[in-house]
């Protein structure tokens, strides 16, 4: 007889998962594998709400395989680490990101970038090379090979910190390959949510003029007081978008929804790069023209590796960038889901999981 999620590890976990494409998440026991020679196993404390979460629980993408365990913004305490462990030990405060497995032999995984692996094998909804399906952070228990384990700064608070590990590194890396990193220079970001906001941060960390680009007025006061965003275009305004024509020399474009290209390649100045970091289920369209004229790049960039991961979160943690979060138990992810589709939160939902699970 084939095992079932409880019983086919011999550790007892137990999270929130979607079992078909309404999205709604409800409790589910399931189980975790013995803590192996290289294995870091934790406490799950906080966990991020990021959108592919939604995509992915609502099946949008054509991947979903259910039950599904989302979460991959996930920080806790170690519990036990194997015997070959060297990185972490008992007691140490951990992060797991997106990512738990990759090959760790081809060109990719050489040059630190698993995040291009062929191989990867993601925090939660994929086959593991147990042959079982990963689960992610909606849980109360957390076990991972020690490579994917990022270690966690001192001064880092868990809860905000979490969105680090996935809009972080989303983020931080694209608007360091693009060279989109240098003072002076002028970065729009698309869509202020929990990506958006981040970028946001590291770009003005990085000392470049921000312009937000966005489809909620609401957000423009905060954005510019508190966020120190230059310039807020709403993108439903022709005459707002008219005037910044060709003034930006990179886009990063963190919406999750279905829009148009056309604009956004108007904003940048020639030579300019919009960088696709957001996942819509239906394909983006662009016109040729926009393209050749000025000679413009449109790229997309997905996560980070290991490596820039960790020197992400050492940078954020020394530049004091800390992520603007509303933490919430679990049994609010219903509604939360429901919000983040409205683009109703400032700007990340984080799961109090340890509070929600353990506290008993
Ligand atoms: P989010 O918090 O929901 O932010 C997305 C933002 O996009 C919203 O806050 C909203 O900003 C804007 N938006 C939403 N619907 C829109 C529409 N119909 N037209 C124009 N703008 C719209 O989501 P997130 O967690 O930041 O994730 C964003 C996307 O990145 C998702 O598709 C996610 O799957 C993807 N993602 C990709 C990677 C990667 O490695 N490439 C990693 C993580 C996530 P305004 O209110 O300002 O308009
Ligand atoms: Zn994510």
Redesign the pocket.
Known sequence: MAKTPETEHPVKAFGWAARDNSGTLSPFNFSRRDTGERDVQFKVLYCGV???GL?MVKNEWGVTHYPVVPGHEIVGVVTEVGSKVEKVKAGDKVGVG?IVGSCRQCDQCSNDLENYCSKQILTYGAPYIDGTITRGGYSNIMVADEHFIIRWPENLPLDAGAPLL??GI?TYSPLRYYGLDKPGLSVGVN??????HVAVKFAKAFGTKVT?I???LG?KKEAIEHLGVDEFLV?SDPQQMQAAVGTLDGIID??????PLVPLMSLLKPHGKLIV????EKPLQLHAFSLIQGRKTVA????GGMKETQEMIDFAAKKNIIPDVEVIPIDYINTAMDR?LK?D?K??FVIDVNKSFNAH
């Not at 963190?254 to 829009?259: D, I, L, N």
């Open positions: 990021c959108h592919s995509h997106v996935c809009a989303t869509g202020l949510g929990g990506l958006g937000v966005s489809t909620s957000k993108s963190t919406v999750s929804a279905e829009h970091v957001g996942a819509p997309g960039s997905a996560i983040l683009s939160v700007y990340r």
